[in-house]
T-cell receptor, first 114, second 113 residues
Framework: KAGVTQTPRYLIKTRGQQVTLSCSPI?????VSWYQQTPGQGLQFLFE???????NKGNFPGRFSGRQFSNSRSEMNVSTLELGDSALYLC?????????????FGEGSRLTVL | QKEVEQNSGPLSVPEGAIASLNCTYS??????FFWYRQYSGKSPELIMF????GDKEDGRFTAQLNKASQYVSLLIRDSQPSDSATYLC?????????????FGKGTHLIIQP
């Protein structure tokens, strides 16, 4: 079956702009999580959505937001981009049960902020 | 602040030997433990998870958990060059917690042919 699909795969923005990233989870998966990966900080949790509701949120500023649609597809938005937002943004899906870290990651969206 | 610590490596192991990867965590409330493998330029993939103290074996992989000492390890037997990758340890607090999965920064493993 198809894996987690993220679009776009690569994008370049300038400071102050905003960006929207999209994620389509594995069919049947109801939970979508977003992570930021950088060489210095590693993988850091952004937020998790389940049944269109944000279930968990990491320690990122309010410029980072997300949402989930009724078909479980998710988007994340970063407003007022900063140079430090350059990173690989990974989406991961899971069935959605409580207390699971059994995540299936997409290939990521690599964001470069100039 | 929940922390997961791993030796960044690189850890170099001869082909056929046992690779031992270690991870410590700070939050005693952590209930679930995961090992992800990430090849260069690729996304992480789950290889093992463990929820209870002791050992859990899956093929050439064994995960070990010691909650009293707050460490989790991954053993790879009969190491192959294809095992060369970065191994990420991740923990999750039961009940969902507030932070999703907390990842270590990973150990870079190199299997020498």
């Amino acid at each position: 079956k198809a894996g987690v699909t993220q679009t776009p795969r690569y994008l370049i923005k300038t400071r102050g702009q905003q960006v929207t990233l999209s994620c389509s989870p594995i069919s049947g998966h109801r939970s979508v999580s977003w992570y930021q990966q950088t060489p210095g900080q590693g993988l850091q949790f952004l937020f998790e959505y389940f049944s269109e509701t944000q279930r968990n949120k990491g320690n990122f500023p309010g410029r980072f937001s997300g949402r989930q649609f009724s078909n479980s597809r998710s988007e994340m938005n970063v407003s007022t981009l900063e140079l430090g937002d350059s990173a690989l943004y990974l989406c991961a899906s899971s069935w959605g049960q409580e207390n699971t870290g059994e995540l299936f990651f997409g290939e990521g969206s690599r964001l470069t902020v100039l | 602040q929940k922390e997961v610590e791993q030796n960044s490596g690189p850890l170099s192991v001869p082909e056929g030997a046992i690779a031992s990867l270690n991870c410590t965590y700070s939050d005693r409330g952590s209930q679930s433990f995961f090992w992800y493998r990430q090849y260069s330029g690729k996304s992480p993939e789950l290889i093992m998870f463990i929820y209870s103290n002791g050992d859990k074996e899956d093929g050439r992989f064994t995960a070990q958990l010691n909650k009293a000492s707050q460490y989790v390890s991954l053993l790879i037997r009969d190491s192959q060059p294809s095992d060369s990758a970065t191994y990420l340890c991740a923990v999750r607090v039961s009940g969902g917690g507030a932070d999703g999965l907390t990842f270590g920064k990973g150990t870079h493993l190199i299997i020498q042919p």
